[in-house]
């Protein structure tokens, strides 16, 4: 698995758990071995402007996901598909004023913002009700698997 983590936030994050974290839910999900991510983590004028050109939408936001190749989870059984998972782009600044809000680490919300990008570039989404649970489950039960295999 080729995971590339790029810091250009100005805050200071875990490149190496954020590497880890990424291979441990790519794992998880049964991504090829040889599948590609980058995960980039950007100030809030980069986010802020991503998120305008692609998402039409206007500020600062937490995390945005790009997929590439539309990889989808393996199955069991199956031999998963090779390619480019795609690029995540991380905004550590917006992920400290939500981990305040939330009452957890910033370390603790990066972790989920990561999970939670991961899990849209495998095709998961939350617009609808049961997409919401379904995701919101998936990504709850990876990080409490992260957590204790973590400590």
């Known amino acids: ?36 991510l980058c995960v980039k983590a950007v100030d809030e004028a980069t986010i802020a402007e991503l998120n305008q050109r ?4 206007e500020g600062p936001t937490d995390v945005l996901a790009f997929p590439m190749d539309e990889l989808r989870p393996g199955l069991v059984g199956e031999e998963p598909e090779e ?11 917006v992920a400290a004023r939500q981990a305040e809000t939330a009452g957890h680490s910033e370390s603790a919300e990066i972790e989920l913002l990561t999970v939670h990008g991961i899990l849209h570039l495998l095709g998961y989404d939350h617009a609808e009700p049961e997409e919401h649970r379904e995701m919101f489950g ?14």
């Open 138 to 151: 998936l990504q709850a039960q990876l990080l409490e698997q992260w957590r204790a295999e973590a400590t």
């Open 54 to 57: 692609w998402m039409d939408k």
């Open 83 to 93: 390619g480019v998972l795609g690029d995540l782009m991380l905004c550590p600044a």
């Open 1 to 36: 698995m080729s995971i590339e983590i790029i810091d250009e936030s100005g805050h200071e994050i875990d490149v190496a758990k954020l590497s880890r974290l990424a291979r441990f839910v790519m794992d998880r999900m049964r991504v090829h071995p040889l599948a590609e």
